[in-house]
């Protein structure tokens, strides 16, 4: 995408807070399209569980809706809004899987990997195959600080700018560099050793872990969660993946995972019936 159409999407949206702020109903329509997306996503990568994530990011949606009249333009509407989902995830109460850590990861890893995995039809194999890996690599985003841990997404799996992170989490930007320095350090350092997506020379492989999720009740057929909140990668992400090279840009393709999360269709609904409810103070005239 060119700068050029960058700062005219912008420019368009800026319009419709400014439309919306004025009591707009479709104008807050769309402004709600633009940004659930990303506001689900950053609840979920932070909290770790959808129903927590959903909870999160309805709460945030709801403050962005009912404080459009506070946006002044100076940065981009997301910019805006992801600093109101920051500020709202390190006050909002832990996640269910905000509880685990690198030690407990690497215990749960290595005594659950099995040789010879149990004998499933192809189709089932991979479906649960690719929610562990989805609930490994956000076991370890987990196992971070949450400090560090918004670092890591917002720059890292979001591909934000320095600058831009920097802004969101009102710190300088020389803290951020740090943070996103010790998060990647972290990472590398637990999946480098143990992770064969990471490293084909590793021992530790998604289907050999299954059958050990399965019997402690972390995985289920039935509730592959991650794995339906899925969206397919822009043409934007693939071309981003294609150019990125070195050990450093895998481990970030690894934890980013092959798609990004959509917002669940209940919650969007929730949110489009309130914009039409007249219950929102902004929409009333």
Request: glycine share 6%; proline share 4%; with cysteine.
């Amino acid at each position: 995408m060119s700068k050029k159409t960058t700062e005219g999407d912008a420019a368009a949206l800026a319009e419709q807070v400014r439309l919306a702020s004025a009591g707009d109903k479709a104008a807050a329509r769309t402004v709600l399209e633009a940004i659930r997306d990303d506001v689900y996503e950053l609840s979920l990568r932070m909290l770790g569980h959808p129903a927590d994530a959903e909870d999160a990011a309805q709460e945030i949606l709801v403050i962005v809706l009912t404080h459009l009249s506070a946006f002044r333009g100076e940065s981009a509407l997301r910019t805006w809004a992801w600093r109101i989902a920051a500020n709202h995830l390190k006050r909002v109460r832990r996640g269910r899987r905000e509880v685990i850590t690198f030690e407990t990861l690497d215990e749960r890893l290595r005594s659950g990997l099995r040789e010879h995995p149990a004998d499933r039809p192809d189709p089932e194999a991979a479906a649960l195959s690719a929610e562990l890996r989805l609930r490994c690599t956000e076991a370890m985003i987990l196992s971070l600080d949450r400090d560090h841990r918004i670092a890591h997404v917002l720059g890292d799996i979001f591909g934000l700018p320095g600058e831009v992170c920097a802004e969101i989490l009102e710190i300088d930007p020389a803290a951020f560099r740090k943070r996103v320095s010790r998060a990647r350090q972290r990472l590398q350092e637990f999946m480098g050793g143990w992770c064969g997506v990471f490293d084909p020379r590793n021992p530790c492989r998604c289907a050999g872990q299954v059958d050990a999720a399965i019997d402690r009740g972390l995985l289920a057929p039935s509730d592959l969660y991650l794995t339906k909140a899925r969206k397919r990668p822009t043409r934007d992400a693939l071309g981003r993946a294609a150019e990125e090279v070195g050990q450093l840009a895998h481990l970030v393709e690894v934890l980013r995972g092959p798609s990004r999360f959509a917002a669940p269709d209940s919650m969007v609904q929730g949110l489009r019936d309130l914009i039409d409810s007249q219950r929102l103070e902004i929409l009333r005239h």
